[in-house]
């Protein structure tokens, strides 16, 4: 069975309905609020063991559905809400894979993945937004994956193409960057830099010769919310691919310098403290097709300052 929290309804008869995977992570929560705020009705799956508090703010005006992992329990969710646009941004993200994470990853990856677009396509629900990695694209080939994730991700796009072709589903996937912003939980660079500042401890790291096509959030879920609207206007016919790419990487060297300079902090970089990463990419894909009518519109030098400043609001040290 699926567990709804008490939320809105859908008083309104043109008001847009969406429904969301993912929308306890950093992206799917700015998600969520995004749409909250245009006047979405918003529906979110989590999991019974979901933390719901990167939501906090906006809780009391979504519907939160608790699947139980079964594929009719997802029939009838999408069936009762029926959505005109699904976001599927759920997906467990593990750089190096061991064997007590590689069945989380095909689960949550392909199995969920797939039983939520028999949801849909079962349901008639015709608009799909997936959520795809540039980690597919490893030194720049058109398909070749860094991780068991970005495989997974690649096969999941393999069976959305299946659903277009025999179910007559649209869907749009967004390949994702090096995403950053205010309230991001994960371990990611901007956070590491916080604490090492904080500190004044020795951070290790790689050489620092790759790059990295760094994304701030509000341009992310404009990409989003601009996929939606192609979906709606009937300009998908079949499955479109887009990057959502800065168009301008920086080395991780210059990145650090430029932080420093914001900041006004000297960081303790031990470069070639550790050794690159497995399948490291050094140069990020750059062959992708931008979203039409969606370009980055906060420069990174901005994006550090917001990320901080509402790092600090919220009382932490990380990004």
Known sequence: MTDSQTGPSRTVKERRV????????????????????????????????????????????????????????????????????????????????????????????????????????????????????????????????????????????????????????????????????????REKIFSLLSKAAASAEPLPMSPGEQFLDLVYIDDIIDAYLLAAERLLGDNVQCNEHYAVSSGQPIKLQQLIKLYESITNIKLAIEWGGRPYREREIMKPWDAGVALPGWYPKIPLDVGILRTLEGAFKNGTQGG
């Open 18 to 185: 969406a429904l969301v995977t993912g929308g306890t992570g950093f992206i799917g929560s700015h998600l969520v609020q995004r749409l909250v705020s245009d006047g979405w009705s918003v529906h979110a799956i989590v999991r019974p063991s979901s933390d719901l508090t990167p939501l906090s703010d906006c809780i009391e005006k979504i519907v939160l559905h608790v699947h139980d992992g079964s594929t009719l329990a997802l029939e009838q969710l999408v069936r009762s809400t029926h959505p005109d646009v699904t976001f599927h941004l759920a997906a467990l993200s593990v750089a190096n894979h061991d064997s007590e994470t590689l069945e989380a990853l095909i689960r949550d990856n392909i199995l969920f993945s797939t039983q939520l677009m028999e949801a849909v396509a079962r349901c008639d629900i015709k608009n799909f937004v997936n959520t795809g990695t540039f980690w597919q694209h490893y030194e720049n080939r058109e398909y070749s994956p860094t991780s068991l994730y970005a495989a997974t991700k690649q096969a999941f796009e393999a069976i959305v193409q299946y659903y277009v072709e025999v179910r007559a589903c649209r869907t749009i996937t967004l390949t994702l960057f090096d995403s950053y912003g205010p309230r991001d939980p």
